[in-house]
């Protein structure tokens, strides 16, 4: 299959000398829902900033759906994140003066884009909030807060949607009905997922898993389970605690 993300040799050092990716080259296939994982301060989060465009990598090559990002300038960038590139937060990022319709198009208007309004309605209502269009986000649960934010996501027709610990937030009930909405947009709308998460039980819902260690690809998991994901990364934990002693 083909790489819909890519990313080669990318390294991040921070001011201090503290490198949070070393030489990490890894791929997401088009149509997958790849978790990643590893211990905290593992890079998983600085990944994926920088394979979504949100940070810039201090060496190496990003390349979304063919373009390679860290060839292109800011303000491109930027433009292209917006009609390329969805985004799903553990904090949702919806503005709580504007209505789950509102937020719902805020990408595609902050892209200059109209939106197509049968479109829109059509996400919402696929997501089960066709009757909370005029609600405003203080109004609704935790879940429906994370499904506007899945909606948002959507309606820009992304190359691939990167998630960042979309289910942190949120009660187990609410938690699961995320991760197989989330399911769904892969296997049913042949989206690429790419999400983040320091929960076995989440990790499960994906095809795949890739784990980080010390800023370093540590290995992969194909099929995987809750009880295996949990076993591999004690293991990781093991091995840094290890290498610091």
């Known amino acids: ?112 884009r109209r939106p197509d309004r049968n479109r829109v309605r059509a996400v919402l209502t696929g997501l089960v909030l066709g009757d909370k269009r005029s609600e405003r986000p203080e109004r609704l649960s935790g879940g429906q807060r994370q499904r506007v934010a899945v909606a948002r996501a959507l309606v820009t027709e992304p190359a691939v949607i990167f998630a960042d610990e979309p289910t942190g937030a949120l009660d187990l009930r609410s938690a699961r009905e995320v991760l197989t909405l989330l399911r769904a947009v892969v296997h049913e709308h042949g989206r690429t997922v790419v999400m983040v998460t320091h929960d076995p039980v989440a990790a499960a819902y994906a095809d795949s898993v890739v784990f980080l260690a010390d800023g370093r690809v540590a290995g992969s998991l194909s099929a995987p389970t809750a009880d295996v994901v949990a076993e591999r990364l004690a293991h990781l934990g093991d091995r840094i605690a290890e290498v610091a002693a």
């Open 1 to 112: 299959m083909t790489d819909i993300v890519r990313v080669e040799e990318l390294y991040k050092t921070y001011e201090g000398g503290v490198t949070a990716l070393d030489g990490v080259t890894v791929g997401f296939p088009a149509g997958s829902f790849t978790a990643v994982m590893g211990p905290s301060g593992s890079g998983k989060s600085t990944l994926l900033h920088c394979a979504a465009g949100l940070d810039r990598p201090t060496g190496g090559r990003v390349f979304i759906d063919g373009t390679e990002l860290t060839a292109t300038r800011d303000t491109p960038m930027t433009k292209f994140r917006r009609t390329r590139v969805g985004f799903v937060f553990q904090d949702y990022n919806l503005l709580p003066s504007l209505t789950v319709e509102q937020n719902t198009v805020l990408s595609l208007r902050l892209a200059g």
